[in-house]
């Protein structure tokens, strides 16, 4: 049994893995609206398109995105849109820690 779970934790650091990077979590919030080609993201983010691709893969590997190519184009989307609530807990963390500072 402890070994399940410690697999477990260790799927959810690669997941915490994928989420660590300011680029990539910019394009989650922007993918949280909708569907964007990777030239969006690109352009969003100020990285050239290999760049931007490869954090992509990151995100689609951990499960987060999933992608649809249409001709030389590829759009990405959020299939768990969950994570955006993640990003609502790390921020109310962060306010806290600041209120703390400041008192």
């Known amino acids: 049994m ?8 260790k799927a959810q650091a690669q997941m915490f893995k994928a989420l660590g990077h300011p680029g990539r979590l910019l394009m989650l ?3 949280s609206r909708g569907e964007r080609c990777v030239c ?6 100020g990285s050239e398109m290999p760049t931007v691709s490869r954090h992509l893969s ?8 999933e992608d ?10 959020l299939v768990t849109p969950c ?18 500072v400041a008192a």
């Not at 994570?83 to 703390?100: E, I, P």
């Open 29 to 31: 919030d922007e993918l």
């Open 2 to 9: 402890a070994s399940l779970k410690t697999a477990d934790f």
């Open 68 to 77: 649809d190519k249409r001709g030389a184009q590829v759009f990405y989307r």
């Open 40 to 45: 969006e993201l690109a352009a969003l983010v």
């Open 83 to 100: 994570v955006m609530n993640f990003f609502q807990c790390v921020t109310s963390v962060q306010k806290k820690a600041q209120a703390r």
């Open 58 to 65: 990151l995100l689609k590997n951990a499960g987060i995105v």
